[in-house]
């Protein structure tokens, strides 16, 4: 399934948060939202999701929902949002639940994502014994087992320390490289971007409106850590950023 946004304009009360957005989301296509803070990318991701309803515009879905999809579109956040009395079996299985899927189905299910995500030890730990990046792992692996048409990844690794999300982002590549998934994926994070992104749609400040759109041909399993054409795309995007982000900072709260 693929996704238009179609001139999506938001705004909460006075504050007008994002103006005018057209993208297009392939399927097997990561697509990764930039910008500084407080410039929407997060209401983005929720209009995108259903969330919410934007005040002009709208979110098209293009083509039919993978085979067994029982969430066209899902969330992975930023903390991961487990149930600690749940094992990692246990948290997948809850939302295989909800759909009425149960006994060899659900196993099934369970045995096929955690494959995926390299968990298949780790069914019966409790989330208190994982580590955040294995904690993350889980949620992703949860998100698969409902097959999104695209899954809604919001700032995914920034809770993590840098080598965590080292291993996270080549985890995500690995993930991919195996079984192509469709994403958007919101980050502060320009390195995190360059490595994932196939496209990368940098935003304005407030009001957030579409500033340069990116693609990197590369395929993401031949991106090195240190590659100098990443470096220079990553430099370009933070040129693009700077002063948006350095006016943002700026900006005088409005409490
Ligand atoms: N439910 C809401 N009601 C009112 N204002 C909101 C609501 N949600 C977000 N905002 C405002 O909309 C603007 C954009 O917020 P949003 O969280 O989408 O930005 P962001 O780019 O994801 O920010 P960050 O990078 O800091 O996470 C902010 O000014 C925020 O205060």
Redesign the pocket.
């Known amino acids: 399934m693929d996704l238009s946004l179609e001139r999506i304009s938001h705004a909460?009360g006075d504050?007008e948060?994002l103006r005018d957005i057209s993208l297009e989301v392939q399927s097997e296509e990561i697509v990764c939202l930039v910008?500084p803070?407080?410039?929407?990318?997060?209401?983005l991701l929720r209009l995108i999701g259903g969330l919410e309803k934007p005040s002009a515009g709208r979110v098209l879905q293009l083509g039919g929902a993978p085979e067994g999809c029982l969430n066209p579109l899902t969330y992975v956040f930023q903390d991961f949002a487990l149930l600690p009395w749940r094992t990692v079996r246990g948290n997948i299985s809850l939302v295989l639940e909800d759909h009425g899927i149960k006994g060899a189905a659900r196993d099934a299910i369970i045995a096929d994502v955690l494959g995926r995500t390299r968990l298949g030890d780790f069914a019966d730990a409790l989330p208190r014994q994982l580590s955040g990046g294995m904690k993350q792992r889980v949620a992703i692996a949860r998100a698969l087992a409902v097959k999104p048409a695209v899954m809604l990844l919001d700032e995914p690794l920034s809770a993590l320390d840098a080598q965590t999300r080292e291993l996270l982002m080549d985890d995500l590549v690995g993930l991919w490289t195996r079984q192509p998934f469709t994403a958007v994926y919101?980050t502060?994070n320009l390195a995190e971007a360059v490595r994932l992104g196939h496209k990368i749609v940098v935003l304005s400040r407030?009001p957030g409106q579409v500033r340069e759109v990116v693609e990197i041909a590369t395929p993401l399993a031949e991106r090195a850590h240190g590659d100098a054409e990443l470096e220079a795309v990553q430099k370009h995007l933070w040129n693009v950023m700077r002063d948006e982000a350095r006016a943002a900072d700026e900006e005088l709260l409005d409490v």
């Open positions: 909460y504050t948060v910008g803070s407080g410039c929407g990318k997060s209401t919101v502060h407030r």
